[in-house]
Structures are given as structure tokens and as C-alpha cells.
């Protein structure tokens, strides 16, 4: 079951290598960003998450990246391993009224062995 | 899948047909949202609620309607399925307004 189109870009890493996937943001307004994985057929599920008055935040093999300036994310897979295959994308939240997210379609992540 | 989960998890149905998806929390969280997600888009919700009785309308609302009686249980219904209503639907909650989105497994729906 694909979970978001056909023709997402792909990132191929080897094994035990590290994993760099970009994201970038549309709203300059935007102060919460999150990272989620999402496996063929499953829900998405959350990674890590920052807000905007950080730049950087670490997690257990994971580190996101937050550039203001460019309106840019990424997330860091240190060690990739094959359970990290899967799709990940980003949202970001903004204030209009109430809270309001935008979710990218993501990047397809394949581990080869 | 944070306690969330998601009936019937797969259907087929007929054009014109009433359909409902239902939600069901153990997590006792106020908010909940329904979202559609398609090829070539990220993540659309359709509608959220932020409590008993109190829903609202998001970004992709037309043709679909939501009920919640109950804290755990929020209800998707499709009043009369169209094609273009052909998705997968994920049920998400959060702790506070507007904080981390945590997701269910997702229903399946082909509308023929």
C-alpha cells in the first residue's frame, strides 16, 4: 500500500550510513515543525519535532536541522538501518484564527543492505 | 499507533452510498482531527473537534460530515460517496490545541 503517490523523491543509503532528508517550509510565520515516518500501509508516526526558537534539536538517531532564514528543515538519520526505510515527511504549524498545519508529501527513504 | 484506532480499516463502496469511519481513543485526549491523504498531496484535514460536541470544519470539509458524543469516539461520515472521495482517511489526536498530531493506522476507502 503505497501511502503517498508514485513519484515521490527517493534518497538511497547504504546500510550504516547516514541519512540527510530536506524539507522545505512555506510559511515564514510558521513556529512548530514536525518529522514523521510513515511505513507502507501505516499511519504516519512522529519522530522529532522543533520549534522555531531553536535550531537544532537531538533525539535518539535523529537530529532536525532548522534554517529560518531559508525556510528549511532537515532530519538526520545517524546509522541507518533497514526499519528505517519507510517515508518521511515534515509539517509545519502556523496561527490563522487557530492553529493550522501544512504536511509535505515526503521523500521516500530506501536502506539497501 | 498512540492508542488510536480506526473502523472499518479497509471498505468498499458504492457511489451515492452513506459511508462512516469511525475513531476510537483510549488516551482520554480532548482534541481530535480527520484527514485525508492522497497521491501528490500532503495530509488535508477534513474536519476537528475540540471536544464533546464541538467540531469545526477544515480545509477540505465539503461532502463530509462529523459527530463526536464522546471523548473517545470521533465519527467521519460521508454523506454520499463520490469518487473523488476515494482515499485513505487517518484519525490523529493531540494533548493540547494545536500541539504534536499523533495518528491512527488509517482506513482504506475505494468508492466505485
Known amino acids: 500500500g503505497e501511502s503517498v503517490g508514485l513519484h515521490l523523491p527517493t534518497l538511497s543509503v547504504q546500510e550504516g550510513d547516514n541519512s540527510i532528508i530536506n524539507c522545505a517550509y512555506s510559511?515564514?510565520?510558521?513556529?512548530?515543525f514536525i518529522w514523521y515516518k510513515q511505513e507502507s500501509g501505516k499511519g504516519p508516526q512522529f519522530i522529532i519535532d522543533i520549534r522555531s526558537n531553536m535550531d537544532k534539536r537531538q533525539g535518539q538517531r535523529v537530529t532536525v536541522l532548522l534554517n529560518k532564514t531559508v525556510k528549511h528543515l532537515s532530519l538526520q538519520i545517524a546509522a541507518t538501518q533497514p526499519g528505517d526505510s519507510a517515508v518521511y515527511f515534515c509539517a509545519e504549524r502556523y496561527t490563522s484564527g487557530t492553529y493550522k498545519y501544512i504536511f509535505g508529501t515526503g521523500t521516500r527513504l530506501k536502506v539497501l543492505a | 499507533d498512540a492508542g488510536i484506532t480506526q473502523s472499518p480499516r479497509h471498505k468498499v463502496t458504492e457511489t451515492g452510498t452513506p459511508v462512516t469511519l469511525r475513531c476510537h481513543q483510549t488516551?482520554?485526549?480532548?482534541?481530535m482531527y480527520w484527514y485525508r491523504q492522497d497521491p501528490g498531496h500532503g495530509l488535508r484535514l477534513i474536519h476537528y473537534?475540540?471536544?464533546?460536541?464541538?467540531?469545526d470544519k477544515g480545509e477540505v470539509s465539503d461532502g463530509y460530515s462529523v459527530s463526536r458524543s464522546k471523548t473517545e469516539d470521533f465519527l467521519l461520515t460521508l454523506e454520499s460517496a463520490t469518487s473523488s472521495q476515494t482515499s485513505v482517511y487517518f484519525c490523529?489526536?493531540?494533548?493540547?490545541?494545536?500541539?504534536?498530531?499523533?495518528f491512527g493506522p488509517g482506513t482504506r476507502l475505494l468508492v466505485l
Open positions: 490523529a489526536i493531540s494533548v493540547k490545541k494545536g500541539e504534536t498530531q499523533y
Open positions: 488516551e482520554n485526549h480532548r482534541y
Open positions: 473537534s475540540y471536544g464533546v460536541k464541538d467540531t
Open positions: 510559511n515564514s510565520a510558521s513556529d512548530y
